[in-house]
């Protein structure tokens, strides 16, 4: 059964999220999907790199990327976290898709922001 106290507070803690590390002046575009299992809500956007080796360590407890770290804009690397934790005991998941920037991705010189997602499924009723 979704617990829809638990979607509403993560949800907000993802967003915090987005809006701490998102491109000044860029849309973050949202979209949905369902199928017969899940709802899936999109986020898409120009944020800051998180490097391949770190798309699920953004989610431990305490941990904030290194990108993040060198143009000091972490945190207590608690929001994502919290986020995936409530997901989950909801039926809940979130995944993050980084750096579809095939360009820039591997060169931090071009830019620290990159297009990256989040994708958040939720069961249906």
Do not use: W
Not at 72 to 98: C, D, S, V
Request: aromatic residues 10%; neutral net charge.
């Amino acid at each position: 059964v979704l617990n829809y106290d638990l979607v509403v507070v993560s949800l907000v803690s993802l967003l915090e999220n987005i809006s701490k590390y998102v491109k000044q002046n860029s849309k973050v575009i949202v979209s949905f999907t369902a199928n017969e299992a899940s709802i899936d809500i999109v986020f898409e956007m120009q944020s800051l790199l998180v490097d391949d080796d770190e798309c699920e360590k953004i989610f431990e407890d305490g941990y904030s990327g290194r990108a993040s770290r060198k143009h000091h804009l972490n945190g207590k690397g608690l929001g994502l976290y919290k986020a995936r934790r409530l997901l989950a005991m909801t039926n809940g998941q979130i995944r993050f898709e980084g750096n579809l920037d095939f360009e820039v991705r591997h060169n931090e010189y071009v830019a620290p922001y990159v297009k990256n997602k989040f994708v958040v499924s939720l069961p249906r009723a």
